[in-house]
T-cell receptor, first 115, second 115 residues
Framework: AQSVTQLDSQVPVFEEAPVELRCNYS??????LFWYVQYPNQGLQLLLK??????LVKGINGFEAEFNKSQTSFHLRKPSVHISDTAEYFC?????????????FGSGTRLSIRP | DGGITQSPKYLFRKEGQNVTLSCEQN?????MYWYRQDPGQGLRLIYY???????QKGDIAEGYSVSREKKESFPLTVTSAQKNPTAFYLC??????????????FGDGTRLSIL
């Protein structure tokens, strides 16, 4: 079975500063990895996904993430954040060998941007 | 525009009452999901359906029921057996039920509270 750990429940940063949101996963099999963003009182939107190939994945809104198999991590980064990035971010994993499209979500990291 | 529509946006339940949350998608997706979101706990899977007239229990199915009579629709009933129903409920869908690399698309959620 897979699990996802988001190490920080809240991350405060100043506007235009860089940010890294940490995600570690546990799985006995190969996985696909996802990052989603949730704005207040809305559903989740896909930011980016790692399926195969290059370990550096670029997503929407200037975010990117790097898959590190040896450290079982998939940290999300942005070089310069804006007030509009204030949201909750979820890391998620699915089992490559599964015949069903189930995804396991982390508990989320709330990103707050200070002006 | 294609998407997932959840209704109502806010719902109140009285003691002993069953309530039904609506989820409709026009993305022609095979698989549909219901999640419960509580603060600090991320998303927990209630039920999922990979095909019409078939569905499976997720991690927290007790006190909930679903049906999948049409591809587009996956309503969730919160029964009186669910003693702590106050939460944000999210419906999602994914394109192909056979593959675990499919990202999920989300509706904007229904917030359920107890009267």
């Amino acid at each position: 079975a897979q699990s996802v750990t988001q190490l920080d429940s809240q991350v405060p940063v100043f506007e235009e500063a860089p940010v890294e949101l940490r995600c570690n996963y546990s799985s006995s099999v190969s996985v696909y990895l996802f990052w989603y963003v949730q704005y207040p009182n809305q559903g989740l939107q896909l930011l980016l996904k790692y399926l195969s190939g290059s370990t550096l994945v670029k997503g929407i809104n200037g975010f990117e993430a790097e898959f590190n198999k040896s450290q079982t991590s998939f940290h999300l980064r942005k070089p310069s954040v804006h007030i509009s990035d204030t949201a909750e971010y979820f890391c998620a994993v699915s089992d490559r060998s599964s015949s069903a499209s189930k995804i396991i979500f982390g508990s989320g990291t709330r990103l707050s941007i200070r002006p | 525009d294609g998407g997932i529509t959840q209704s109502p946006k806010y719902l109140f339940r009285k003691e002993g009452q069953n309530v039904t949350l609506s989820c409709e998608q026009n993305l022609n997706h095979d698989a549909m999901y219901w999640y419960r979101q509580d603060p600090g706990q991320g998303l927990r899977l209630i039920y999922y359906s990979q095909i019409v007239n078939d569905f499976q229990k997720g991690d927290i199915a007790e006190g909930y029921s679903v049906s999948r009579e049409k591809k587009e629709s996956f309503p969730l009933t919160v029964t009186s057996a669910q003693k702590n129903p106050t939460a944000f409920y999210l419906c999602a869908s994914s394109m192909d039920r056979r593959y675990s690399n499919q990202p999920q698309h989300f509706g904007d959620g229904t917030r359920l509270s107890i009267l």
